[in-house]
């Protein structure tokens, strides 16, 4: 039999509350368990808040614990219901008596005060509370109910704005720590890479305690975020952590209205570019009320939540069931996780086991972010990563993201990756001479693995410019008095875009390059927008390329790429997606509506995952119901003679016709799933 991370595909937690020993109802919650047809919990254990009598007194037991042990029970509950067990820890705080006892275990201020979240003290990651307290816990935790494994969910300590000054760090970093976070100050930007070591090194040891304890499949899982930037500041490093991961158990409970439904499913297929696509990514879901604000004890309304979860799917990931407290006044949260459970459970072989068909990469470098974004991540590099998967969405474009420079891709996008290695410009370097086309923004390349500027531009050599240094336009948008970018693109080359114009509105950021290749774009200078007597083009026409097109090269100028991310511009977006079409595309969809496409292969047959985008887009806050789409016709290069609709229960009449597969979909609420035998 597999090991259970292997085979454990549909999760819950209950995340108990410290006044749920006196209340938790544990006949009703075992009855949800099965009516949802989870095969794994996730159980309150240790760390912040012991829910069993723990030999360590000092570790906080729950306030109405009493002798009781709620962990053991429930654990014991699961065992007898043939689920996978993980004990829950919430580790990075401890209440006063245990920083009395050794305020030497905590982090420190550089005034020497220790640092707070409320009336908790954060630890530090380097010393004896994770190294021999938490460690001693694990142990008593797996020899009292040898849980599956243990999962941690706050385990990475302060983030990277925020320097301990402990003498345990100071012995640790070897050299005087960085006096405040500053990204031009060498001491800083190293202590950057040796607090994600730091990190790594709490998974190892964490990992070591939990199999010497409990066997060799007794894990130790930190969660984790599924956005870049987000892991960035929390001195998670994405690609050590995939390495070590045989499970990932992805902490990202909710839309972000910022980046979308979407942001999910490419959160999975991030991940799994990294781990590989046997690797199951179960996600915490919230039935609560997640988002902003956030209600704890409140309901979210079951289509955001359902949106949510299969975007997810779409991307590879598996469903998990997240509730705050055991007892709640606001009962319509328990309806939701069932339906999409049972869903799932009728037709999990269709959502595992598969590998994905795409033929563009859009390439993401953690790096970057850290080194290139620095103070401004979200601006310089998760924007304009978002603005280009964000078109390739909308153009119904299969794409997957990649940490690496990958030949299989006929197209690779660089999305202002400032940050390259010397190895990677040679990379890209041979995947255009071995016939890829290459599409890059902005500043990508410009900086080395530690930041700094480059004497030379080695992959601006390939693309043909050659960057003067300065950059014209700050993409800000003020009053109509003093709005300083109104300016536009000049189309010079018909092919890039379609349509019956010759200028397109633009009103962003432009690197100044020179080039002796094609300049498809030509940028417009600002000029007024009101009085409206005064806004008229008193420059034409410039020599300035927006962007430049070589044989099997595009550089963009224009940071069209961060605007399409912020303000969804249809202009934008098409011209993005014209850059990457190509005749490879192994899916054309056609039909009114924004769909997310996701195509795999598993054996010989295909899978196409459709999601309904269409959803709430002129109302912002929590989805509160569905707008169906439809009808699509749907074309995929493969061969099939039966095509069924998974959602719907229905099979669909297929065509083939020169390697291609034709099916209708008539409908679509907010997914469906086509299998295409």
Not at 624 to 650: C, D, H, N
Request: proline share 5%.
């Amino acid at each position: 039999m597999k090991p259970w991370y292997q085979r454990t595909f549909r999760w819950a937690q209950t995340n108990l509350t410290e006044k749920d020993p006196a209340r938790y109802d544990a006949d009703w919650w075992r009855q949800h368990w099965r009516r949802t047809k989870v095969q794994g919990v996730i159980v309150n254990a240790g760390g912040i808040v012991a829910y069993y009598p723990s030999r360590f007194e000092l570790q906080h037991r729950a306030e109405y614990l009493g002798g009781r042990d709620l962990y053991g029970e429930i654990t014991e509950l699961a065992r007898q219901d043939g689920l996978t067990v993980l004990a829950r820890m919430d580790s990075n705080r401890a209440h006063q008596p245990l920083y009395d006892a050794h305020p030497d275990w905590f982090a420190i201020e550089a005034d020497g005060n220790p640092y707070r979240a409320g009336q908790l003290y954060v630890a530090c990651v380097t010393g004896p509370y994770y190294k021999e307290f938490l460690t001693g816990i694990l142990e008593e935790i797996i020899d009292r109910t040898a849980p599956d494994g243990i999962t941690d969910n706050s385990w990475s300590g302060l983030g990277r704005d925020s320097i301990c000054y402990c003498p345990n760090c100071r012995d640790s970093f070897g050299q005087d720590l960085p006096a405040r976070p500053d990204w031009s100050d060498p001491g800083y930007r190293q202590w950057i890479r040796w607090s994600y070591d730091r990190r790594l090194a709490v998974w190892d040891l964490n990992n070591e305690v939990t199999r010497a304890a409990g066997g060799p499949d007794c894990l130790w899982i930190g969660m984790n975020g599924g956005e870049v930037v987000a892991q960035s500041k929390r001195l998670r490093d994405d690609v050590a952590i995939c390495e070590r991961a045989s499970i990932f158990l992805l902490d990202s409970q909710w839309r972000h209205e910022e980046s979308g439904f979407q942001a999910n499913a490419d959160s999975g297929k991030r991940l799994h570019g990294l781990l590989g696509w046997d690797t199951l990514i179960p996600e915490s879901t919230a039935m609560y009320d997640a988002g902003v604000p956030t209600f704890r004890l409140g309901s979210k309304p079951a289509p955001e939540a359902r949106m949510w979860a299969v975007e997810g799917w779409a991307g590879g990931i598996q469903p998990w069931w997240h509730h705050i407290g055991s007892v709640h006044e606001d009962r319509r949260q328990y309806a939701t996780a069932q339906p999409l459970f049972e869903w799932h459970e009728a037709h999990q072989e269709f959502l595992v086991d598969r590998e994905p068909v795409a033929t563009v990469g859009v390439l993401w470098s953690q790096r970057s972010v850290d080194f290139h974004g620095k103070d401004a991540p979200e601006e310089v590099s998760q924007l304009p990563y978002r603005g280009w998967t964000d078109a390739l969405v909308r153009a119904r474009i299969p794409y997957l993201p990649t940490a690496v420079v990958d030949e299989r891709f006929k197209v690779l996008v660089l999305p202002n990756v400032g940050v390259l290695t010397d190895d990677q410009c040679a990379q890209l370097a041979a995947y255009v001479e071995g016939g890829g086309k290459l599409v890059v923004s902005g500043e990508s390349g410009l900086y080395d693995e530690w930041g700094d500027r480059r004497d030379r531009w080695q992959l601006g050599e390939l693309l043909g410019v050659r960057h003067q240094g300065k950059r014209f336009g700050d993409g800000s948008v003020t009053d109509w008095e003093h709005y300083d970018s109104h300016s536009y693109l000049r189309i010079e080359e018909r092919n890039v875009f379609r349509g019956d114009t010759d200028v397109l509105p633009f009103g962003g950021q432009l690197e100044v390059v020179e080039t002796d290749r094609t300049k498809a774009l030509t940028w417009i200078p600002p000029f007024p927008i009101y009085p409206p007597e005064k806004s008229w083009m008193e420059e034409p026409r410039s020599d300035v390329p927006a962007l430049v097109l070589g044989e099997r090269t595009a550089y963009l100028a224009a940071d069209l790429d961060r605007l399409y991310a912020k303000h969804h511009h249809p202009d934008h977006g098409q011209l993005l997606a014209n850059l990457v079409r190509h005749d490879g595309v192994p899916l054309k969809v056609s039909g009114a509506g924004v769909l997310d496409c996701q195509l795999y292969r598993q054996g010989d047959r295909h899978i196409l995952h459709l999601v309904n985008l269409d959803q709430g887009g002129a109302w912002r806050g929590r989805l509160e119901e569905f707008t169906p789409v439809g009808p699509f016709t749907i074309e995929v290069k493969a061969s099939a003679t039966q095509a069924r609709l998974l959602v719907s229960g229905t099979e669909a009449a297929v065509q083939e016709q020169d390697g291609w597969i034709t099916v209708g979909v008539d409908r679509i609420t907010d997914h469906e799933v086509v299998v295409l035998d």
